[in-house]
Every structure is written in C-alpha cells, then in structure tokens.
C-alpha cells in the first residue's frame, strides 16, 4: 500500500512562513523526482517545486521565497514557504512518480490573509 502524507497547512499572516512535510509510506522516495503541486479554487492544478537527486527546480511565482529539500533518512519531502502571500493560498499536494500515472497525497490547506 503506496501512501503520501502530507502535513503542515494552516492558516498564516502574510509575510509568514509555513513547512509543509511530504512523508512516504510503502514507497522509497529516495531516489524519485518528487514535486510540490498547489491547487486555488477555480484554477488548474500547477507545479510548485520539483527536486531530483541533483537539483530543484520552481515556479516563477515562488521562485526566492519557497525552498524544496529532502530527507532520504526520514523518507520525506519538505517546501519551506516564506514570505506568503494571499495569492499563495491553496491546496497543495505532494507527487511521486510510479509507472502508471504517479502517487498523489491528499492535500493540505494552506490560507494566507492579508
């Protein structure tokens, strides 16, 4: 049984930072180009971040605010949010790749007021 856990959402000020956690269970994530996804209401769901064995790699609208990093000890993926913005609120979602369309977590809320 494959399963991503996402954690770490909330509700935050702007100007506040958030680490949302990405852990793996029954799956090595080791070795996987792993991403950040986010999802607004009324939006196409976007890449966020992505990170291989050698680089990362962002959007443009996060790109110096936002760090991807991993912990192959600890089988997780993290992104480091600073400096939020309202515009930064959504859903977002942490992905694996697997031969037959990718693993998907199930999402955290993140909520940034102004």
């Known amino acids: 049984q494959v399963q991503l856990v996402e954690s770490g959402g909330g509700l935050v000020q702007a100007g506040g930072s958030l680490r949302l956690s990405c852990a793996g269970f029954?799956?090595?994530?080791?070795?996987?180009?792993m991403g950040w996804y986010r999802q607004a209401p009324g939006k196409q769901r976007e890449l966020v971040a992505i990170i291989t064995s050698g680089w990362t790699n962002y959007a443009d609208a996060v790109k110096g605010r936002f760090t991807i990093s991993r912990d192959n000890a600890e089988n997780t993926v993290y992104l480091q949010m600073n400096s939020l913005k309202p515009e930064d609120t959504a859903v977002y979602y942490c992905?694996?790749?697997?031969?037959?369309?990718?693993?998907w977590g199930q999402g955290t809320q993140v909520t940034v007021s102004s």
């Open positions: 029954g799956i090595i994530l080791r070795s996987k180009t």
């Open positions: 992905h694996a790749p697997s031969p037959i369309g990718g693993y």
